[in-house]
DNA sequence: AATGAATGAGGCTTCATTCAT
DNA sequence: CATGAATGAAGCCTCATTCAT
């Protein structure tokens, strides 16, 4: 019936089936999993979520929404782009890769239930529009530019989901400083 | 004699089982219809292969054996570093890009059944060997080109399944016109 | 509140599996025979048992213990040995010995499911403790009297299992009188 | 189409089978196992054999042929009976005894698949009949002494195949001495 | 309202036996 | 004849969701 009774409920509900679901991919966790997670009846589940599908798809789209309103926020302020292009660098993207849980399933089972293409798209072309005006080489065409920004973005975001096995030698910082670095060579500034 | 095993059966329950999957996720394609799909008794998926597992992880494995193994002989090969790079760039990955079911595969599904960090690290050094005596600029640290190395790759496969869904307005194309450009700013050099 | 687990649900399950067990074998009688003898849903078969498995043991050790305890009470109580030894013969195994399936099934299926070398060591060592004293001729070896008790108690039992299928010429009864004549014999007493 | 080429095949088949069923059941013991212990084709086992039921049957079968035409050749001999009685119960039944798996697959596997009442009816009849002359007591009834063999055959068996889970502190050898020594007794005679 | 037993379609897999080669 | 790939009915069990209590 999905009524918001608890928040702190659904709020818990969303974070333990985020971690499962992260770690066993969702076909893997059973509501009985969940529930036995959460320490709730099966019966609580349904109050606030009409399906195993609707958490899967509300865990994905309450995070998204943070994600994009933080950009939008910025985007939004009246700073100079290169301004907004280091808040993105340094705060944004970092507190973005904290969610590995997160990212994780946007990536792999989030496919199969979200259309993550429009989100992706819907970012980009904001990101963009904060980045076109900054690059100091308008040799730079936007197919280019659009192209670039989509493959490191997608780049960033797996690389950060691999790192969570701890097999690579690389890290979660190191990512960072990668995109800070390709961003100022690419349009040839400084942040 | 009785009858032969039959490679042809094989790779059809291969490719159609790849189709499927990509499409529709593993879990949400069933023996059965994998079974429809190629006309076979479900009993004949079962004497080519021990288990559904073992198709998705069959399907991964030889894809994967197939890209290594072309990567392997370039770089055993007795070409320059630059030429082995233009064929990686010019020929391997955009064969590999044309394989959007298996790329698709890879990155959702395979996740819970291989270990492809191991997979990605070890490609990701093959190419790291080819690479590191190309650079004119020596100003790039190991660590910072690995971590270049995995973004992009990652970058590369996930926006190519992306593509797929003709949601986004670039191409295959540009996503590999985007790494030759990248990889010859990067590393200072015209390939 | 939900409903409650209804233990005569529970009990059906176990009479009619235990029936069918006995008459078809383990193996020879499926789930959905048992489903359709008790007319449950499948799924309720599985909320009150983890497999089928599970059933056959359950029947197996729930039957044993019922056994057990009447044992271990006349074994504990005040009577003297001879009494006991009087209430086992009288009642304790005639009661027994109704229960034609379970015994069958102990006899046959349980083999495999439960260990009934340690059951039968456990309840021929506690007739021992009761018998062991009442022998007027002491010339009988403890060795020799836990081999009477195993093959005699494991006699009664195959000769019984057999009786069901009315083909010997002998019962149940004669069964019994076998059982307190030899007893009288080897002990030296009258009951 | 069970034609009989190699005898020496059939008889391996036959005795592997035995050890296997006996081991884990008739139900847990596939084809498939069978033939890769006897390292041949499937197709041969059916070249031998009608069915897997038929293996089966045929062990029991045959394994009882030779143990009742051992008890034919004694009771037809001139001996005289308490000369019978003694070949019976020191050379029959410890050879009897010796080959556990058969009695292991006779107590469980064969119940479903052959009739086993007929088979202890009619070997019980043969040694009534060598017995029931002997007896210097002529106070026992002939049901006793009928109920006495069966119940005394059959717990023999039953306790000679929980022997060999060597759990028990009693063994094979105890067991052929409690049966000289209840039947001595039992007659009022000395072997 | 809160609970958790009940439901049953449908999933994966096995395996004795056949028969094309 | 010898072989072992092919077959497909049938087995056991899961699990998201409902609804009686």
């Known amino acids: 019936m999905a009524r918001q009774r608890d928040e702190r ?63 939008e926020e910025i985007s939004r302020s009246g700073r100079a782009d290169r301004e907004k292009l280091k808040v993105l660098i340094e705060n944004i993207i970092p507190s973005l890769l904290q969610d590995l849980d997160f990212i994780n399933i946007l990536l792999t089972e989030a496919v199969v239930f979200t259309r ?48 969570k096995t701890n097999t690579t030698e690389i890290t979660i910082e190191d990512i960072i400083t990668f995109v800070k670095e390709i961003t100022e060579s690419s349009l040839g500034i400084k942040l």
């Open 9 to 71: 409920k659904r709020k818990q509900i969303l974070e333990t089936s985020k971690t499962l679901f992260s770690h066993s991919g969702f076909y893997n966790t059973s509501i009985s999993q969940i529930v036995k997670a959460v320490d709730m009846p099966v019966g609580t589940i349904y109050t606030y979520f009409r399906s195993k599908e609707d958490i899967i798809k509300t865990i994905v789209e309450e995070g998204w929404q943070e994600l994009y309103s933080q950009l």
């Open 116 to 163: 993550i293409e429009e989100k992706i798209e819907k970012i980009t072309d904001l990101v963009f529009s904060i980045i076109k005006n900054i690059s100091s080489q308008s040799n730079l065409s936007r197919k280019y530019m659009k192209t670039a920004l989509i493959v490191i973005f997608l780049g960033i975001l797996s690389s950060a989901s691999l790192v």
